[in-house]
């Protein structure tokens, strides 16, 4: 079995799935168009995982829930602005009242992040 994901612009939008099938019908169900047209206009990859034995899956599937349930931006989330581009996030503070603020890469691309 092949586990998957589902990424777009880079970035993954999917748990980790258990197959290529179970890829698709997420991506049916999480986006309005058909499959192909996702892939092809969309930004949509569907991308095969690593082989990992059990005790290598269960830690990425730890972590990986752990970062699922951070709330609010994270460095390297994408943007995608009023215009239409995207952007990646390269820094973020978090100020004590509550109030976060994110920087952006440069729009011609070039930031780290």
């Known amino acids: 079995m092949i586990r998957c994901v589902v990424t777009r612009d880079g970035g993954r939008v999917s748990p980790v799935l258990p197959d290529e ?3 698709f019908g997420w991506l049916l169900q999480h986006q ?3 499959v192909e047209y996702a892939i092809r206009y969309g930004g949509f990859e569907i991308r095969r995982l690593p082989d990992l034995d059990a005790r ?4 990425l599937t ?3 829930e752990g970062l699922d349930r951070r709330q609010g931006a994270r460095v390297g989330d ?3 602005m009023p215009d239409g581009t995207l ?3 390269t820094h973020c503070w978090n100020w004590p009242e509550g109030k976060e603020s994110v920087q952006l ?5 070039g ?3």
Request: hydrophobic content about 25%; proline content about 7%; overall charge positive.
């Open 21 to 23: 099938n179970a890829a």
């Open 78 to 80: 994408f943007v995608r």
């Open 111 to 113: 930031g780290s992040y």
């Open 32 to 34: 309005p168009q058909s």
């Open 56 to 59: 290598d899956l269960d830690i």
């Open 105 to 109: 890469d440069s729009p011609g691309g």
């Open 62 to 64: 730890r972590r990986q």
């Open 87 to 89: 952007r990646r996030i």
